[in-house]
T-cell receptor, first 117, second 116 residues
Framework: DAGVTQSPTHLIKTRGQQVTLRCSPK?????VSWYQQALGQGPQFIFQ???????QRGNFPDRFSGHQFPNYSSELNVNALLLGDSALYLC????????????????FGPGTRLTVL | AQSVTQLGSHVSVSEGALVLLRCNYS??????LFWYVQYPNQGLQLLLK??????LVKGINGFEAEFKKSETSFHLTKPSAHMSDAAEYFC??????????????FGKGTMLLVSP
């Protein structure tokens, strides 16, 4: 049973560029959440997708956008990259249990390390 | 609002010694709490979770955590550290959102260093 997969593993971009990160959820999961983990910090929630729609967003600017496909995979797009966007971007998948913590456990992928120069 | 505070950004132990990683939470609703581990250059792996069934929760790799409401704590312990336990550990609290669904709010993490 494949877990959560992310691509690419590493990415180097320059300021002002745009980037797309990809995530495939764990088999049987239909909900994808994205997190940003800056160096030395815990992950920060960016947004969550379910049924191809963004259903909640954290405190991130509109430069951060996403998409979910019918097969539940997801993309994270960041426009007009800033140096401060350098971080590990983590994707987590879960089942849509309506907020039941017993079943709504998030499983994380290995992350994409984005470096902005 | 939900938040967690992890005391100590770094904890050093000798191999075979007790591991104690501290986490205190703040929650406006009954808390559900998690511990994740992150090995170098990897994503987060779930160690254990508390969902109100039992206050002492056992996880993988010999770790356990005890929920103490009176102390608003959920400290992670392991009786005997192994070199392979060296990693960063994150405490997280289940966070309901306006949408009615949920996400996680993480602490800043504690790096566990294990010396021979």
């Amino acid at each position: 049973d494949a877990g959560v997969t992310q691509s690419p593993t590493h990415l180097i971009k320059t300021r002002g560029q745009q980037v797309t990160l990809r995530c495939s959820p764990k088999s049987g999961h239909d909900t994808v959440s994205w997190y940003q983990q800056a160096l030395g910090q815990g992950p920060q929630f960016i947004f969550q997708y379910y049924e191809e729609e963004e259903r909640q967003r954290g405190n991130f600017p509109d430069r951060f956008s996403g998409h979910q496909f019918p097969n539940y995979s997801s993309e994270l797009n960041v426009n007009a990259l800033l140096l401060g966007d350098s971080a590990l971007y983590l994707c987590a998948s879960s089942t849509s249990s309506g907020g039941n913590p017993s079943t709504d456990t998030q499983y994380f992928g290995p992350g994409t390390r984005l470096t902005v120069l | 609002a939900q938040s967690v505070t992890q005391l100590g950004s770094h904890v050093s132990v000798s191999e075979g010694a007790l591991v104690l990683l501290r986490c205190n939470y703040s929650s406006s609703v009954p808390p559900y709490l998690f511990w994740y581990v992150q090995y170098p250059n990897q994503g987060l792996q779930l160690l254990l979770k508390y969902t109100s069934a039992a206050t002492l929760v056992k996880g993988i790799n010999g770790f356990e955590a005890e929920f103490k409401k009176s102390e608003t704590s959920f400290h992670l312990t392991k009786p005997s550290a192994h070199m392979s336990d060296a990693a960063e550990y994150f405490c997280a609290v289940f966070t309901p959102m306006n949408s009615g669904y949920s996400t996680l709010t993480f602490g800043k993490g504690t790096m566990l260093l294990v010396s021979p």
